[in-house]
């Protein structure tokens, strides 16, 4: 009687086994399908139950949606020399009218740009004067817009180069006339440069 009761643990234990051995789930690959082995098999990764996604009337697993790239900024408007070009008052660092309203249109062309990577200001001086006072008046004329720009935009002035370079290049023409007429003639060496960069 206990041999017969013996067997029959052990073969309830086994069908047990192969019970639960059906009922495993299905290990996955990337698009979500289940992995076959090369007999045809799933290829089982824990015990499951009525969810078998490889039992014979399980559904087709839904597959998952690629992600969604980056947006990539918009391409940085073309601004010309001229456009990003600020003209000074004789001996001034100020900002007059025209200069702020050069840079009001600057910045509604490229201020909400998220392609903007940094910026670069140079100042320059006409050829009057020596050159340790010009230089130090091309850097007020720098700062002059710097401070603008932080002021007015979103640009960010921290990054790329700011610097007061000095005398600019002589303007042709402009010797051998009186100071007035000089001072008059000489007026686009007075003036800020701003480059612009965008994002690699």
């Known amino acids: 009687m206990r041999l017969i009761t013996a067997f029959t643990t052990v073969i ?9 051995q059906s009922a495993e789930d299905s290990a996955y690959d990337k698009d979500g399908g289940s992995v076959i082995d090369s007999r045809g098999n799933c290829v089982r990764t824990k015990w499951m139950g009525e969810n078998d996604p490889c039992a014979a009337d399980a559904p087709a697993p839904v597959a ?14 073309e601004v010309s ?23 009001d249109e600057l910045i509604a062309i490229v201020g909400a740009s998220k392609a903007v990577d940094s910026l670069t200001v140079h100042g320059y ?3 009057l004067g020596d050159d ?10 720098v700062a002059a817009v710097r401070a603008y720009l932080d002021s007015h935009s979103k640009l960010d002035t921290s990054k790329g180069e700011l610097r007061g370079i000095g005398k600019s290049a002589a303007t042709e023409g402009c010797d051998g006339k009186a100071r007035s007429e000089r001072i008059a003639c000489m007026a ?13």
Request: hydrophobic letters at 40%.
């Open 81 to 103: 020399l001229e456009q990003r070009t600020i003209y000074f008052d004789f001996d001034s660092a100020a900002l007059n009218t025209e200069a702020t309203q050069k840079l």
């Open 132 to 141: 340790g006072y010009n230089a130090a008046l091309a850097n007020r004329r």
């Open 188 to 200: 686009q060496e007075r003036r800020a440069e701003i480059e612009i960069k965008a994002q690699k």
């Open 64 to 77: 998952q949606p690629a992600p969604t790239p980056a947006p990539v900024p918009a391409a940085l408007p």
């Open 125 to 127: 001086t006409d050829q």
């Open 12 to 20: 309830l234990l086994s069908a047990s086994s192969v019970f639960a």
